[in-house]
């Protein structure tokens, strides 16, 4: 079908710069807000270099049906949602397998982050909103979801933070952008962790590694999670700190990871 | 701003000391479970959170709203996990879906339900939402917060401890501006001060006329 042979992509230049201009171990430009809606208990909106999600979080509440619900802990329930708009084509606004998944997957993650058990018959409900998607949701909305968790004032045993390696063009690489996630040796690890006891909650890979290459890749999301961590913090600590008067001057609102 | 603010899991402190509220411990250090102000004393730590629901506790006054009605009695939301309920037989009064009531809760169950007890009814008046943890600024020392919205406003003023506030009478607008200022302003210093001097610029230092309706705040009820 193609008569001339097509031009082969460089992932990563000789001066180590990516498509996209940033080093292999740079991440996307990170911008935080928290409690940007007021009808829930605690919301957060993130920005993830082309990536645009909202999280809002309503409970712990009454667990309906009353089925789902368990006496001993709260019940997690985590809506991963794209909009319509969130992709090039128009995306078929029913969940699919994928949406599903990830759902489970980010519910799980936080789960284990949160004191369930001290809100037993309750449920806690989480809905992430991507608004703009540009590979690497996933872990954009568990970000946002777990900075919306701590505005609502659910008590956790920590953040939950996340970044993606993979790698393409054969080299490690990470948080990867659509382009780089289209390569035709592309290996993509969204990875999560609680950063402080560097508990690891969600993993996930398709494609083929190396062993010594997910060793490599694996110490490169470690710092990078570490810059995650930092922007979620300020993020939260901005709310406060903002405030009109008083000694401390004004941070600006959203921080900049990177 | 003396105090440090923190987040879910961040230190609060490395040595061993007895535990607060919101606080948990992991390999031997203190780390704080939600975002609040550390309160680090010499054998005791403690997170004094900024955000979170109302858990009801035994013998807190609350404002409840009464939202639906059964045979034997009134569903009531107390701005908690679940609605409450509340028997007609402790009842004189009949009660409607929107009226307001105050009740003491009386026990709690280890799914945080509740049972109510020395119920009021309010007639007219408005409510004004906070969030539950900063209900003891809105009252201050003492009482010493409460005294200057009512001094400010010349309302009659029940504070719940679920994040309701009752007023009625006197300048609501004003109330309602001053209890959002707090609300903002709740995790810095000498909050009372400054809204003393806030009421002091709203009102221009007149004393609003007292209305006295203290008789017809209440219905019927116990008490």
């Known amino acids: 079908m193609a008569k001339k042979k097509e031009e082969q992509i460089i992932y990563v230049d000789s001066k180590g710069k990516r498509l996209s201009g940033r080093k292999t171990d740079e991440l996307r430009p990170i911008k935080i ?9 605690g919301s957060a909106y993130l920005e993830w270099g082309q990536n645009k999600v909202f999280a809002a979080v309503h409970g712990p509440r009454e667990c309906l049906p009353k089925h789902t619900a368990s006496p001993y802990k709260a019940v997690i329930k985590f809506e ?54 540009n590979a690497g949701s996933r872990i954009a909305a568990l970000t946002a979801a777990s900075v919306a968790l701590a505005d609502a004032g659910i008590p956790m045993r920590d953040m939950v933070t996340g ?20 390569a035709p040796d592309a290996v993509d690890i969204p990875i999560a962790m609680l950063p402080n006891s560097k508990e690891i909650v969600l ?24 810059k995650v961590y930092e922007a979620q913090k300020q993020a939260l600590k901005a709310k406060y700190l903002n405030g009109e008067g008083d000694a401390h001057k004004a941070e600006k609102k959203g921080v900049e990871g990177q | 701003m003396a105090k440090r603010l923190v987040i879910p899991g961040e230190l609060v402190t490395e040595e061993r000391k007895k535990l607060g509220s919101h606080v948990f411990v992991r390999e031997g250090k203190i780390y704080s479970d939600s ?18 629901k109302y858990m009801p506790q035994m013998n807190d006054v609350i404002i409840g709203v009464i939202i639906s009605e059964r045979f034997a009695g009134y569903g009531v939301d107390i701005n908690s996990f679940y609605p409450s309920f509340v028997s007609k037989k402790e009842l004189r009064e009949v009660l409607k879906p929107g009226s307001i009531i105050s009740a003491k809760i009386m026990k ?77 302003d709740a995790h810095m210093d000498h909050l009372t001060d400054k ?21 017809g705040m209440f219905g019927e009820g116990e008490q």
């Open chain 2, 108 to 184: 709690v169950n280890e799914f945080n339900e509740v049972e109510l007890g020395s119920i009021r009814l309010f007639f007219g008046g408005e409510i004004i939402q906070v969030t539950s943890v900063k209900v003891p600024r809105v009252i201050g020392k003492e009482g010493s917060m409460l005294n200057i919205l009512k001094g400010g406003t010349g309302s009659n003023i029940i504070v719940g401890r679920n994040g309701r506030v009752w007023a009625k009478g006197g300048n609501t607008d004003l109330l309602r501006k001053a209890i959002e200022k707090i609300e903002r």
């Open chain 2, 35 to 52: 975002i609040g102000l550390v309160n680090d004393e010499a054998d005791f730590a403690s997170v004094v959170p900024l955000e979170g």
């Open chain 1, 163 to 182: 970044t993606s390696v993979g790698k393409a063009g054969g080299k490690i690489i990470i948080d990867l952008d659509k382009d780089e996630e289209d």
């Open chain 1, 80 to 133: 991963y949602r794209m909009a319509t708009f969130s992709v090039p084509d128009r995306k078929n606004p029913k969940p699919g397998r994928r949406e599903v998944e990830i759902s489970k997957v980010c519910g799980e993650a936080l789960e284990r982050a949160i004191f369930v058990e001290k809100f037993p018959n309750t449920s806690i409900d989480i809905t992430v909103e991507i608004v703009d998607s």
């Open chain 1, 203 to 226: 993993l996930q890979l398709d494609g083929v590694l190396t062993r010594k290459e997910w060793e490599e890749a694996y110490k490169m999301a470690e710092p990078a999670i570490a």
């Open chain 2, 195 to 215: 809204m003393a001097q806030y009421m002091q610029e709203q009102t221009g230092g007149k004393k609003p006329v007292q209305e006295n309706n203290e008789e």
């Open chain 1, 33 to 41: 807000t928290a409690g940007v809606i007021p009808r829930a208990d």
